[in-house]
């Protein structure tokens, strides 16, 4: 039992109740989720602001890029389920199938990177950086890559972040709550995905 | 609630939320709207906040501590679509 727990459970007759009857680093994620909602709020309004005063924004993606999108998000909501299903086996003490599940949906998260860097490849590729593209409004690659990378970066970030605490798991030195705390992180990233494939991708189809 | 219970609404979650990918994707090629896609997209992510990160689980004062104040935010950041429209008519800033 770690110091902290220990002087908790001592206290607990003294102590008043926790507000949000949450452990405290579950609040603290949910602060940080909140706190990281506004910095996606504000990129994806960022993207909205220069499209909008963009006469010549392109409507390039053909339905090959879509279908590819198409994929990654059900490879993430995927993930979100099988994140959810490690997580009630954590909280339900069933060592193996949590960690088994946990690091599906750190598999499942490695195969999203993997697409979005072939699309990135492909519009590298097709002539597409941060300062210009060959289908017209120079900041759409900057905007583009902006959103999408930050996006990205989440995503590996968290399958580094649920295998550190998933390894942390199975030796032991983290519980089920850390599992849980993990998932809200993961499933917030599946979340701001929703808003990404519209904003970016469905919005600007080739028709 | 029961696993069971719990296991069939995460399934039901999971695949309204990925038929509602499937709608913003037959909108974009049929009936494409900036203010329809995100209707659709708020719609997926209330059900991913309650169901998938369970808030609808936890006291209504959590609840009352993080919605209004993320809300409030993301409400203000609006303002900047009056600018965009300026720039887009090439207005010059008012004095």
């Known amino acids: 039992m770690s110091e902290a727990n220990l002087t908790l459970e001592h206290g607990a007759g003294v102590m008043e109740e926790r507000p949000f009857a949450i452990p405290s680093k579950k609040l603290v994620m949910w602060l940080f989720i909140i706190s990281d909602a506004c910095t996606f709020g504000a990129t994806l309004f960022a993207y909205g602001y220069v499209r909008n005063a963009a006469p010549d924004w392109p409507h390039h993606f053909e339905t090959a890029s879509i279908i590819n999108v198409a994929i990654m998000t059900f490879v993430l909501v995927t993930s979100s389920l099988t994140m959810l299903i490690g997580t009630r086996a954590a909280k339900a003490g069933d060592k193996s199938r949590a960690l088994r599940f946990t690091f599906i949906t750190v598999a499942l998260g490695l195969v999203f990177a993997g697409l979005h860097l072939r699309e990135w490849a492909s519009m590298i590729g097709a002539g597409v950086n941060l300062f210009q593209n060959p289908w017209g409004a120079p900041l759409f690659g900057a905007s583009f890559f902006g959103v999408t990378g930050l996006h990205l970066l989440h995503v590996v970030s968290g399958a580094i972040a649920l295998t550190v605490v998933g390894l942390g798991y199975k030796r032991g030195r983290y519980n089920g709550d850390d599992i849980e705390i993990w998932s809200l992180y993961w499933h917030f990233v599946d979340l701001v995905w929703m808003f990404v494939v519209p904003m970016v991708y469905l919005l600007n189809v080739a028709q | ?95």
């Open chain 2, 1 to 95: 609630m029961s696993a069971e219970g719990s296991m069939k609404s995460d399934l039901t979650v999971y695949v309204v939320i990925l038929a509602l990918a499937g709608v913003q994707i037959f909108m974009a090629y049929h009936s494409p709207g900036v203010l329809r896609m995100l209707i659709v997209a708020a719609i997926q992510a209330i059900l991913a906040v309650m169901y998938f990160m369970h808030l609808r689980d936890e006291k209504s004062t959590l609840r009352l501590a993080l919605i209004p104040a993320t809300l409030f935010v993301l409400v203000m950041m609006n303002m900047v679509w009056a600018d965009s429209y300026r720039l887009i008519h090439m207005k010059p800033f008012p004095k």
